[in-house]
């Protein structure tokens, strides 16, 4: 008998499933506690057990890939709940349709879940969103149900992570106000520094308000790069700049670095003995051995060890990242970008965003976006955005060729932007000159792809490889549907797209 069963993420051994050791680092009993925490969860939405949202919310989070590696943290998760565990095997016996789209409806409303949390977080109602998920997951236990059931339901999600991302959208800009397009610098000043990785900005407000006038540098580091565009944390003197690249390369760029890391979500991969010393986790983020700072948020201990490493002697690292441009920053020259379309300065627009991953087929993002033609413009997102962002591919009317617009929990900007373009030329999305060149790598990609798939949005390409919980029926029905494919090359794959839409 296989030791754990988990296939929810692209780096799934063979393609397949992880059933012995989790490629990304999780032991076999992480995965049995996470299935039973997920069972526990399912049991309480089937017998109408309210718990509540933040519990429910923090549960799935630790589920996700690369945010909990922590046995004890999760036994304590499971106890808080107290409800016997839903077995997830039955999933994985029933017929492989059945489990593709429970599997699928799973991966979504975990995906959600992230989202929701970080509304809740800032002080945002998510009751809608939290009902949808009791939905889900009571669905999730439902024998009788096939593809006729279970079909909406995965629809509904992609309607439901829309809310989700809209709201999130809402609490952070009422919070923190509109990101404006900024240069982010990559030198790290000499002196003590904290790097926060992850995507939670009311954590790294926290932090702001509690090293401001310590003496401590504080530098973002994957997903929270968007961070500087926000006046209510650009504020912070001392938020220097950016750290290092995507979550898949922090082994390699933690080694030897004079700092502690602070994680408030994913993307964690399990720590070298070279730096563990320095790595803190907060929220659902929980590894064996490293420091927790919990809900009080004190992150006195982060800023003990940030003063007692002392950080560089000499400036670190040079050139910049630029990030910003969501949908308030687009939009305010949306006049500028709707003549360049129609003079034919842009002749076509990509979105090419998405999580980036390990795996050395992720080169195709880069080389597609260099070999873009020089009319066209980039909007990207999420941890993707690390294959290209450092390139300097030049400017048209005036935008740089390369928007970058945010986190991953910035989709909806995305959507807002192409929902405002079509508005402005008076025709559907699917008309637009707008192609999705989408890299996916964790669970809330899962739920980004079906609310576009809601939204009906087709022919997004989508890679490195097809998630492996996609059974071929229900790929054929996506492919039918949705004109979902997979990428190949990039030469082909241009060609295809601009020999279609020229
Ligand atoms: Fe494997 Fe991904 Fe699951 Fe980790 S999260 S065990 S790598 S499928
Ligand atoms: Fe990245 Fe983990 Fe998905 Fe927010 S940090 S996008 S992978």
Sequence with gaps: MDKMFCMQCEQTAGGKACTNAGVCGKSANTARLQDELTGALITAAKNGIELEDTL???SLFSTLTNVSFDDAALEKQIAKIGQPYYNLYKVRDADEDTRSLKTLLLLGVRGIAAYAYHSLVLGYDAADITAFIRKALAAVSEDSYGLNELLPLVMECG???LTALELLDKANTETFGNPAPVAVSREIEPGAFIVVSGHDLRDLKLLLEQTEGRGVKVYTHGEMLPAHAYPGLKKYTHLKGSFGTAWQNQQKEFEGVPAPFLFTTNCLMPPKASY???????AAVSYPGLEHIGADKD????IRKALELGGYKEPQGDGIFTTGFGHHAVLSVA??????VKSGAIKHFFLVGGCDGAKPGRNYFTDFVNQTPGDTIILTLACGKYRFNGL??????????ILDMGQCNDS???VKVALALAEAFNCGVNDLPLTFVLSWYEQKAVSILLSLLHLGIKNIRLGPSLPAFISPNVLHYLAENFGIKSITTPEADLAEILGANP
Excluded at 276 to 282: C, E, I, K, N, Q
Excluded at 299 to 302: G, L, M, N, R
Excluded at 335 to 340: E, G, K, M, Q
Aim: charged share 15%; no cysteine.
């Design 56 to 58: 429910l919310l923090e």
């Design 159 to 161: 309607k439901v992570n």
């Design 276 to 282: 563990a010393d320095r790595v803190f986790t907060t």
């Design 299 to 302: 992150f006195t201990p982060v």
């Design 335 to 340: 006049d500028t970008v709707i003549s360049a």
């Design 392 to 401: 300097n591919l030049g400017a048209i009317a005036g935008l740089p060729r």
């Design 412 to 414: 909806y900007s995305a």
